[in-house]
């Protein structure tokens, strides 16, 4: 599904990044073609533009730049791509789609998936200067995809279903550095991956059934270079093979350092709702997932920050046996950041070392070079934001920071605490004697605890670059095998 959004976004661009038109003329249609087809390359039948009364119909057939791909086991097709563009004066156009759409791409010997959208509704007000949408909005219904993937003999098939997705976007600044916002959201997902019966007979087969009512994803991308990226994937698609591209890498190289860090900061938000996953085993459900991303561009502030979370989880009581009921975790959040990398200086190593016309492109002992490039103070810091782990009979939260890198010894601050581990050490008393060796070590980890008034155990663990390992002061490093 994203290779046809980003087609579809790309179609949008091309369709709309005109001169301003006083009225259709066959004259203006002839040159907005030719325009958009050097934008794509040389290759006839890309684009048509034809006036259709007061406004422009345009036309986007990628099947001609499929047919480029040299690679005989490739295959690519998607259903021409239509607009109507409606001058809005000042360097501002209407841009409206209304239509279906099939695609499909594989592999041979690998996969391949086949997909339509019954329709595709869309609005959006391109303006020049800004090389981009001030707004749009779209509604996208009936999206399915049939996937299929083969490995060592064993063919997967995956099938998709969304009813419904919606999605508004919005962009302010100029062409060298916009802000933009977007908005989406899902209703009906239903995804099947059935997977064949072993080879020897041992496992059937059995069906995986995964379906959320709703979801949504929110977005923001600050600082992004429009232009220059525009003018990248310009010269890559009149570019289509490696050859091509290294006949003319030092035109390349200057493009992709033009283009960098291609945007200053990414975030990004989306939950999915009353997910169930129906399985032989039963039915697992969870009442909302959580996922999010935020991170720099390639840029000498390297920040990268991920959360992920759920809540409601529930597993089929076939499974669960009677110990373990207040042990499934019923609410988990965890939020982990890396920052004090590099990806400008390693990025510029690699333009400068890369050369597309040797067998290895890559000289091998540019690894170290890299390296150091990356982590320049010899190691990053490794950031847990308030986490949290959640059950009918415990409560465990976490917090702290570390440095580290590939020779530095780990060294940093976190504070554990546990409410509940009476309860769960006596649930687990009752579980098979396999698992109930684990009520030693946590009767170890009790010991070192420190009492709080709410009733919780506190553990403050401190970790430093010589070595040393300390819990709410006592020094475990021998205990563990380390120390001085």
Known sequence: MKSVFTLLALGFVLGTSTPALAAATPEEAQRLTALFQAYLGT?????????????????????????????????????????????????????????????????????????????????????????????????LKGITADQTMSDAGTTTRIVYAIDTVTMQTAMQGTSDSADATSSYAFAGLRETISVPASADGSTPAMDLVIASPSGKQDGTVKGLKLKTIGDLVTWLVAHPDQQAIAAEQAVFK???????????????????????????????????????????????????????????????????????????PERFSLDVSVAGFDLAAPAALILDKLDLTKPEPMPKELDGPLMQALMPKGSVT???????????????????????????????????????????????????????????????????????????????????????????????????????
Do not use: C, H
């Open 43 to 139: 290759e006839p039948g890309v684009v048509n533009v034809a006036p259709a009364g007061e406004s422009y119909a345009a036309k986007l057939d990628l099947s001609p730049l499929f047919a480029k791909v040299k690679d005989p086991a490739v295959s690519l097709s998607l259903s021409p791509l239509e607009w109507t563009l409606t001058d809005q004066g000042s360097g501002k156009w209407k841009v409206d789609q209304n239509q279906p759409l099939t695609f499909a791409f594989g592999v041979k010997g690998q996969g391949e998936t086949k997909g339509a959208i019954t329709s595709v509704v869309s609005t959006g007000i391109f303006d020049e200067a800004l090389g981009g949408f001030t707004t749009s909005s779209a509604e």
């Open 382 to 484: 490794i950031t847990l934001g308030p986490s949290q782990l959640l059950a009918r009979l415990y409560d465990l939260t976490a917090a702290g920071s570390m440095t580290a890198g590939p020779v530095a010894m780990p060294a940093g601050e976190a504070l554990v605490k546990l409410k509940g581990m009476d309860e769960t050490m006596t649930a687990l008393q009752a579980a098979p004697p396999d698992i109930q060796q684990m009520s030693a070590a946590l009767l170890l980890v009790k010991g070192l605890g420190k009492a709080e008034a709410d009733g919780s155990l506190s553990w403050q663990i401190v970790g430093t670059e010589a070595g040393a390992l300390t819990v709410n002061g006592a020094d475990i490093s021998k205990m563990l095998g380390g120390g001085q």
């Open 254 to 328: 200057d493009k992709l350092r033009a283009a960098l860090p291609l945007f200053t900061s990414l975030t990004g938000t989306s939950t999915m709702d009353d997910v169930t996953a129906t399985s032989p085993f039963g039915q697992f459900a969870v009442k909302q997932f959580g996922f999010g991303a935020e991170m720099n561009g390639i840029s000498a502030d390297g920040r990268l920050r991920e959360t992920f979370s759920f809540a409601g989880l529930q597993v089929p009581t076939e499974l669960l046996p009677p110990w373990a009921a207040g042990l499934v």
